[in-house]
């Protein structure tokens, strides 16, 4: 089991990626089975494994991604979904600014924020690379609702993105990964 736990700390550190003291959970030392890096560089749990706050952050902060802003949790958002943003980035080579996690105040669904499934990034300011990036290299989907809808696949991992004008305003990529 210890020669698997410095497998992966010794592939993260090969890809350049800092394993953090504490982002390994103890279910990775009981299971290093279940850990894998589908192809993003990061050592993480398997797909449906919810990460904390802490290591989430841990995890994004290797990759180059902003801090999510303002109240934005991602207290249980799956690896999955943080592998699927790292690989946006990398694959965009645009700054990427998470505005919506696992918070309250989404909608509910069984994929949804909440759930850890979704992100929603920021669209203006520096977000302009990534929207543009979305709308020239993805494929165009039936709208949902009056939200225009793009598809795309990075890293074996399934991305919904949805341009979510609120009526309210704060307009972002709702963002799905599957």
């Not at 759930?115 to 929207?131: F, I, S, V």
């Not at 020239?136 to 793009?150: P, V």
């Amino acid at each position: 089991m210890r020669n698997a736990i410095k497998s992966l700390m010794l592939g993260a550190a090969l890809a350049g990626v800092a394993v953090l003291p504490g982002a390994l959970p103890a279910s990775a030392q009981a299971n290093p089975v279940q850990w894998h890096s589908a192809g993003t560089g990061t050592s993480t749990p398997a797909g449906n494994a919810r990460l904390t706050n802490r290591q989430a952050l841990a995890q994004l902060a290797a990759a180059g991604i902003k801090h999510p802003v303002g109240r934005t949790s991602l207290e249980g958002v799956r690896a999955r979904t943080i592998q699927g943003v790292i690989a946006l980035k990398r694959a965009s080579r645009c700054t990427i600014t998470i505005t919506g996690g696992t918070e309250s105040g989404h909608s509910a669904g069984p994929r949804s924020h909440a759930n850890g499934y979704k992100l929603d990034l920021r669209t203006r300011d520096e977000g302009a690379c990534l929207t543009k990036w979305i709308k020239t290299t993805q494929h165009k989907g039936k709208s949902r609702g009056n939200d225009a809808r793009w598809y795309g696949t990075l890293d074996r991992i399934s991305l919904e993105y949805v341009y979510e004008t609120p009526k309210r305003g704060g307009v972002h990529w709702d963002v799905t990964f599957i």
